[in-house]
């Protein structure tokens, strides 16, 4: 039944589990609590049957309860972003068909209009947790557990679903690779709604029986004044977060400085993901920490596919090798392997790591698998045994501060300004988000456009974080002979 999903995670267990504000929960307390969520969510049901029911909460332990109490009650998970404006999660929660939404009391007035609008039935975690544990369904490792929202080359996010065998595959390959033990203590500050937070930190962690300290964002002075204190031995974060940190420092005396630079050189592991990590940030982690980043290479289809070795050379620069279990393959524009090194290919990917469908998108699954291979879009190259990422088959995702997002998604909202004649968003080079959203505009006749009055059109139309860091107002978009706007052309204008 449920020991499909964390063996670990049991009710024989009196060390910490998770840590929140100032309150820890043991590994008993944690299960027992999840328990008794799954049976309160089933009420008299004997098993939800695939039903999605989606998290709007932040990293908390009611986060926990109801991400694997919705695994141990049969059901669809589907977190969401508590950040998203209600545009972006009408969308979502259509999408998935969600019948069940499950906040706290901080959101749950907010939500009232929307789920009444949708007909979602929406209840606070402590409202639906039954006073006893009763009886929770068997569970076999190929029912659906998870549908995680990605942008892709279309304009609106597919749900991409995941089973319980493919989470349990993604957690085990990391827990060896990486050599998590019980004695691991990790910060989880990354948000909860993508898989970097939510397999590779937090399922890792539980799964390990190790300590997780629940953030609800990114803290800069409460994170590293633990880390000065040697609370964690374990660091994972997007590169972004990494050049913050370098940033920060420089706000800080020499003797801050080195004594957060010292909790960090007492970890046993940073790893940095999501995005690539520049070998100058690779050097300078190195150089102020004497930590040598691990990187490795995933996706939401994916979990973890490819990563630098923990005992070995992780080179800087390099993405690493194929993880345990995953098979990776890079294939030329003709579909055939590439077995010479230092040839450029798609890297493709098979193995039970790998998700299941887009959520009631059977032509966009059908479209990216190819002879059983998932096709990820990322192309590499092999030298000296690494695999090295070159860019992306697509010039419509950009990937910023580790979201990756959709330039035609961006264009849609844009196009709907009135000033607004044409639009082309692409990614620029940026040191801190690695690439900036830039949004190149043809204004209508007579109008015109401001920035920060743009931005502030933007505000609660789309998640903060995909609005144009910057705008270039153009006569006309450079086109070619189709009509079709020349990114490349623009991103070299830019
Ligand atoms: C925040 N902002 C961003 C941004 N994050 N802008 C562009 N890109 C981003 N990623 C903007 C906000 O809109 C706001 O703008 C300002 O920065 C401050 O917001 P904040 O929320 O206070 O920022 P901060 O906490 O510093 O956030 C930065 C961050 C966050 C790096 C902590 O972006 C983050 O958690 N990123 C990780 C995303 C992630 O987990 N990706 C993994 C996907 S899974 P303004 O103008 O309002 O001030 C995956 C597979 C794999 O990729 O391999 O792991
Ligand atoms: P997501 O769809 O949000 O899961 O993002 C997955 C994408 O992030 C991959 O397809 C890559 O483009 C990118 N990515 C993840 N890790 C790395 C890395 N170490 N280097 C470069 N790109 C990465």
Same mark, same amino acid.
């Given at each position: ?36 969520? *799954?049976?309160?969510?089933? %009420? ?6 695939? /039903? ?87 569970? /076999? ?52 709604? !993508?898989? !970097? ?12 029986? *190790? ?8 803290? &800069? ?7 000065? +204190? ?5 660091? &994972? ?37 999501? *995005? ?35 005992? %070995?050379?992780?080179? *800087? %620069? ?33 193995? +039970? ?73 692409? %990614?620029? /080079? ?19 456009? !401001? ?7 933007? +505000? ?35």
């Amino acid at each position: 039944m449920s020991e499909v999903l964390f063996p670990s995670l049991t009710s024989d267990q009196e060390t910490i589990a998770l840590v929140e504000n100032d309150k820890s929960y043991t590994y008993t307390e944690v299960n027992s609590r999840i328990n008794r969520f *799954a049976s309160g969510l089933l %009420g008299e049901a004997v098993d939800l049957e695939e /039903e999605r029911v989606s998290l709007f909460l932040p990293a908390s332990m009611d986060y926990v309860t109801v991400l694997i109490g919705v695994w141990r009650a049969g059901g669809i998970a589907v977190p969401l972003n508590v950040a998203s404006p209600i545009s972006e999660l009408e969308y979502y929660l259509t999408c998935a068909r969600v019948t069940r939404l499950v906040t706290n009391s901080e959101y749950i007035d907010a939500l009232k209009p929307l789920c009444s609008e949708l007909g979602i039935s929406l209840g606070t975690v402590d409202e639906i947790l039954a006073k006893q544990p009763g009886s929770l369904p068997d569970m /076999e490792p190929s029912r659906r557990a998870m549908m995680l929202f990605t942008s892709g080359t279309t304009n609106k996010p597919k749900g991409v679903v995941s089973t319980h065998h493919t989470i349990r595959a993604q957690i085990e390959t990391l827990l060896k690779a990486w050599a998590w033990t019980d004695k691991d203590v990790v910060p989880l500050f990354l948000p909860l709604h !993508h898989i !970097h937070g939510i397999i590779n930190i937090l399922c890792c962690g539980l799964w390990a029986r *190790a300590k997780v300290h629940l953030f609800p964002k990114f803290d &800069m002075p409460d994170i590293t004044a633990k880390v000065k +204190d040697n609370v964690f031995n374990v660091f &994972m974060a997007v590169p972004t977060i990494y050049v913050k940190l370098i940033q920060y420092f420089e706000s800080l005396n020499m003797e801050e400085v080195n004594a957060i630079c010292q909790g960090f050189k007492n970890m046993r592991l940073n790893i940095s993901g999501s *995005a690539a990590c520049p070998a100058k940030l690779f050097e300078q982690w190195q150089s102020l920490t004497g930590q040598i980043l691990l990187e490795r290479y995933g996706m939401t289809e994916i979990g973890m596919g490819i990563s630098n070795p923990y005992n %070995g050379v992780r080179r *800087a %620069g390099y993405i690493g090798q194929p993880l345990p279990g995953v098979d990776v393959q890079l294939f030329d524009e003709k579909h055939a392997p590439i077995s010479a090194e230092g040839v450029a290919g798609e890297i493709r990917i098979r193995g +039970d790591n790998v998700f299941l469908e887009y959520w009631d998108n059977p032509e966009a699954t059908a479209e990216s698998f190819r002879d059983g291979w998932f096709c990820t879009g990322d192309v590499a190259v092999i030298e000296d045994g690494y695999y090295r990422i070159m860019g992306r088959s697509s010039i419509d995702i950009i990937k910023s501060g580790g979201y990756k997002l959709s330039a035609l998604e961006i264009e849609g909202m844009l196009l709907t300004h009135e000033d607004i004649r044409e639009v082309a968003v692409i %990614g620029v /080079e940026d040191e801190t988000w690695g690439e900036a959203v830039v949004a190149v505009i043809g204004i209508k006749e007579g109008a015109s456009l !401001h920035y920060e009055d743009l931005k502030n059109w933007c +505000d609660g139309k789309m998640s903060s974080y995909k609005i144009p860091k910057a705008i270039k107002i153009v006569d006309s978009l450079p086109r070619n002979a189709m009509g079709k706007v020349t990114k490349p052309d623009l991103k070299k204008l830019i």
